[in-house]
């Protein structure tokens, strides 16, 4: 999504800013389009009223993805010694399992729980959710990867006010269903549910005692008999 709202930005003549790189002082601009990641706006954002979006993934494939990618990727931060790992990094860590479903249940319990806490309530920051709510459009990856008729990205535009015709190139040459090409280095393959194929009843229910909540708040469950679906 970084890369379609940057060539958004460009198409109808907007700036682009990636909040990663900004201060805490940051102030909005006008006519520019931001990409904050981690869900952690800079304060005086917070005071502005802005229109955004907001894309969540079901949390049980974002430990999927995010035990591949952190066992494998070359971010800084995994290679830094942590205290609390005994001086071990992240990426010593989540490596040292044998199996998959250990670096699975290690995921969930560290840099997982993080991004979902983030999708929940904006890790218990009061201001950053009550930001979120009065200003974006939750959106979900589910649905944009498979938004062929682009139903989905029409409403995003709308919400954005963006023009659809000028923005619709940008969404279809990063779409994983356009372009095969478009997983990149921070991908694997972009499917989703792959939960559903991966965990049996025991990481299932490893899962559901940690972040059944966070299903049911984002829309993916209403209850834990989904745990019962998988096979033995």
Same mark, same amino acid.
């Given at each position: ?10 198409? &109808? ?12 002082? =940051? ?5 520019? &389009? ?6 952690? !706006? ?20 974002? #430990?999927?993805?995010?035990? +591949? ?8 931060? @995994? ?12 990426? $010593? ?17 560290? =840099?997982? =729980? ?16 009550? !930001? ?12 944009? #990867?498979?938004?062929? $008729? ?8 709308? +919400? ?16 994983? !269903? ?19 194929? #991966? ?15 966070? @299903? ?10 989904? #745990? ?5």
């Amino acid at each position: 999504m970084r890369r379609v709202f940057k060539d958004v930005a460009a198409a &109808i003549g907007s700036d682009f800013g990636d909040l990663r790189e900004a201060d805490a002082a =940051a102030v909005p601009q006008k006519n520019t &389009i931001y990409l904050e990641d981690h869900t952690h !706006f800079p304060a005086p954002f917070l005071k502005r009223k802005v229109r955004g979006i907001r894309i969540v993934r079901d949390p049980r494939d974002v #430990v999927i993805s995010g035990a +591949h990618y952190h066992a494998r990727s070359s971010e800084a931060w @995994l290679h830094e010694a942590k205290p609390f790992f005994d001086g071990k990094t992240y990426a $010593e860590m989540i490596n040292s399992f044998e199996t998959i479903t250990d670096r699975y249940r290690f995921e969930m319990d560290n =840099a997982a =729980a993080d991004t979902i806490a983030a999708m929940t309530d904006a890790k218990g920051d009061k201001a950053q959710q009550q !930001f979120l709510e009065q200003n974006f459009l939750t959106v979900k990856y589910e649905d944009l #990867v498979e938004d062929t $008729e682009l139903t989905e990205f029409s409403k995003v535009c709308q +919400h954005l006010k963006l023009p659809v015709r000028k923005a619709k190139p940008a969404f279809l040459k990063h779409s994983l !269903f356009a372009n095969k090409n478009a997983v990149g280095h921070h991908g694997r393959s972009g499917r989703k549910q792959q939960w559903k194929s #991966v965990f049996d009843q025991k990481l299932g229910r490893a899962f559901a005692d940690r972040h059944q909540r966070s @299903l049911e708040i984002l829309g993916y469950e209403k209850d834990d008999s989904w #745990v019962e679906s998988l096979k033995p």
